[in-house]
């Protein structure tokens, strides 16, 4: 297919791309994290680059490189706060939102200002945790022009956890994960993914290389600008 093949056919657009884990501090030492690597949100940042896209990439904490390039802007933040904040200021120019990011749900409700000693907490200590925005919630809700793309991991009742969170974040796509399943996932350099949309039936992909959901997933994206053209 000629048109696939087309360098340019994201040419004009911006994606705003979420990668990596946020990290939220515990004391100025020790913080909660997650294992993301950061490996599909560049997968996806790769595809929108090589079609032509500019790309801001808003990355947490990663184990991968991102490239430069001239369409590229990153910005690194730490917590689930702050991604929320620089993704927010960068929504309204951009065309699509594909939150590729392992987000922290939760955050310690106090952060200590001083390293917590062993010995006040004897033999157990309890970190009261609240719960942090929903980034895809939130500018999901706010959507005028854009389309907004999230992930799903699970675990469990794939389809019907997915299509929960399809409806909740107003989304137009979730890309639903089985992280059960061995290849696919954190860290392993496969995915087998299961495309959900409002009104359709899921759409269940092979078992692929991270790059190449990436390059799928930029090109629902160009076909449906090329329909709506
Ligand atoms: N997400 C987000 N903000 C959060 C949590 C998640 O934007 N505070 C996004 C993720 O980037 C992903 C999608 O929401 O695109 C689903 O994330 P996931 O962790 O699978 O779902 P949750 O809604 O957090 O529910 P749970 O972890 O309980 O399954
Ligand atoms: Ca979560």
């Known amino acids: ?77 730490t917590t689930t706060a702050e991604m929320l904040a620089t993704t927010a200021a960068s929504f309204e120019k951009a065309d699509a939102l594909v939150m590729a990011a392992a987000v922290a749900d939760f955050r310690p409700a106090v952060v200590a200002d001083q390293k917590i000693k062993k010995q006040i907490s004897q033999d157990e200590l309890t970190i009261s945790l609240v719960k942090n925005p929903d980034i895809l919630a939130t500018l999901g809700a706010k959507k005028n022009h854009q389309i907004v793309m999230g992930f799903a991991a699970e675990t469990n009742d794939l389809l019907q956890n997915a299509q929960v969170k399809l409806a909740k974040k107003h989304a137009d796509y979730i890309v639903a994960n089985d992280v059960s399943q061995v290849g696919s996932g954190f860290g392993v350099a496969t995915d087998q993914v299961t495309i959900l949309q409002p009104n359709r039936a899921p759409e269940k992909w092979p078992l692929l290389s991270k790059q190449e959901v990436g390059e799928r997933l930029i090109n629902i994206l160009a076909k449906r600008w090329q329909q709506s053209k």
Do not use: Y
């Not at 020790?30 to 790309?55: E, H, P, W, Y």
């Open 1 to 77: 297919d000629k048109w696939f093949a087309n360098q340019n056919r994201l040419a004009g657009k911006t994606i705003l791309v979420t990668a990596g884990g946020t990290r939220e501090a515990i004391d100025p030492v020790r913080f909660i994290g997650n294992r993301s690597s950061g490996k599909m949100g560049l997968a996806v940042v790769q595809a929108a680059l090589a079609a032509g896209a500019k790309v801001i990439a808003v990355i947490g904490q990663v184990q991968v490189e991102f490239p430069n390039h001239p369409n590229l802007m990153v910005k690194k933040v």
